[in-house]
Every structure is written in structure tokens, then in C-alpha cells.
């Protein structure tokens, strides 16, 4: 299955501003998908959460 990731650009800019690592780690998290711990945001519809740790 292909999927699509959007990184909108309010996100683009935090991890912009998060210290190199901390960028290094959140983007492995990103392209590993969809491995990891995701889950659907309530009240949204295809909305879901990533968390790095």
C-alpha cells in the first residue's frame, strides 16, 4: 500500500526550530511510517498522531 504525507507548513516551521537532533529523530519517525505509535485524533476523520519519543 502507498500512502501520501503532508507536513503542513506550521509544522515544517516547529521542526524547523527544534535543535538538530530532536529533527533528525522526528524525521526517521516520519519516513518509517507507518510503523511507530499512531493513533486517530478524536473528532477528526483521517486525522492521526505521531509520537516521537
Known amino acids: 500500500m ?3 504525507i503532508n507536513i503542513k507548513k506550521k509544522a515544517q516551521k516547529f521542526i ?3 535543535d538538530k537532533n530532536q529533527q533528525i529523530r522526528i524525521y526517521n519517525a516520519i519516513f518509517k ?3 511507530g505509535d499512531i493513533t486517530s485524533l478524536k473528532g477528526y476523520e483521517n486525522t492521526y498522531r505521531l509520537r516521537v519519543r
Open 33 to 35: 511510517l507507518p510503523n
Open 16 to 18: 524547523k526550530k527544534q
Open 2 to 4: 502507498t500512502y501520501m
